[in-house]
């Protein structure tokens, strides 16, 4: 067993008698690959920082739930989803259509051609994911980023299968329209 996974295993079974010592270093072991799934799903830093803090607060209270089965750092990052979507259902600020005959799909349309985004980095992939709606930026990011189904995300957020598929083609078309703005304002 490596050092780091020592001192993680330690830490943990610290955590679960409450350790204030092996919960701060939890919290600075996970924290920026935990924000990072943070800010996929909020608007900025700041509700992101909080997702997290709430998160973590989830974490430090069932730690004694995980049973060493698995990937520590996967047990939390589901929790921190989970956050995530929690905080967007609390603060759903538009109305979920259940209009199917949206959706389309454009995964055929002109996707094979790469060059066109030439210049674009993660983060203005990230920047331009940020500029979604509350319920376009979850769908998004659980489909794409997490792997779930459209039955998962259903499930997850309350609305039809169609509604997901129909979020999911409106968020990656947003995405593609605000990084081709960028691509033409940089030219």
């Known amino acids: 067993m490596k050092s780091s996974e020592r001192d993680?295993?330690?830490?943990?079974?610290?955590?679960?008698?409450?350790?204030r010592f092996?919960?701060?270093?939890?919290?600075?072991?996970?924290?920026?690959?935990?924000?990072?799934?943070?800010?996929?799903?909020?608007?900025?830093?700041?509700?992101?920082?909080?997702?997290?803090?709430d998160a973590f607060l989830k974490v430090f209270d069932k730690v004694r739930l995980y049973n060493d089965e698995g990937s520590f750092e996967g047990w939390v990052r589901r929790i921190v989803v989970n956050s995530s979507i929690d905080a967007i259902?609390?603060?759903?600020?538009?109305?979920?259509?259940?209009d199917t005959s949206i959706?389309?799909?454009h995964e055929s349309?002109?996707?094979?051609?790469?060059?066109?985004?030439?210049?674009?980095?993660?983060?203005?992939?990230?920047?331009?994911?940020?500029?979604?709606?509350?319920?376009?930026?979850?769908v998004f990011n659980m489909y794409v980023m997490d792997g779930m189904t459209h039955q998962e995300i259903a499930n997850e957020l309350n609305i039809s299968v169609g509604t997901s598929k129909s979020n999911l083609s409106k968020a990656r078309?947003?995405?593609?329209?605000?990084?081709?703005?960028?691509?033409?304002s940089n030219e």
């Open 109 to 138: 349309e002109d996707d094979d051609d790469t060059s066109a985004y030439e210049g674009i980095g993660v983060n203005d992939v990230v920047t331009a994911m940020q500029k979604l709606s509350p319920v376009y930026q979850a």
């Open 22 to 53: 092996c919960q701060r270093k939890i919290y600075e072991y996970l924290y920026s690959p935990m924000m990072i799934v943070c800010l996929r799903y909020a608007e900025d830093k700041q509700e992101a920082s909080d997702i997290l803090q």
């Open 8 to 19: 993680l295993k330690e830490w943990i079974d610290g955590c679960k008698n409450n350790d």
């Open 173 to 184: 078309q947003k995405i593609k329209n605000i990084l081709i703005d960028k691509l033409h």
């Open 89 to 98: 259902r609390k603060k759903k600020k538009e109305i979920l259509s259940d």
């Open 103 to 105: 959706y389309q799909n």
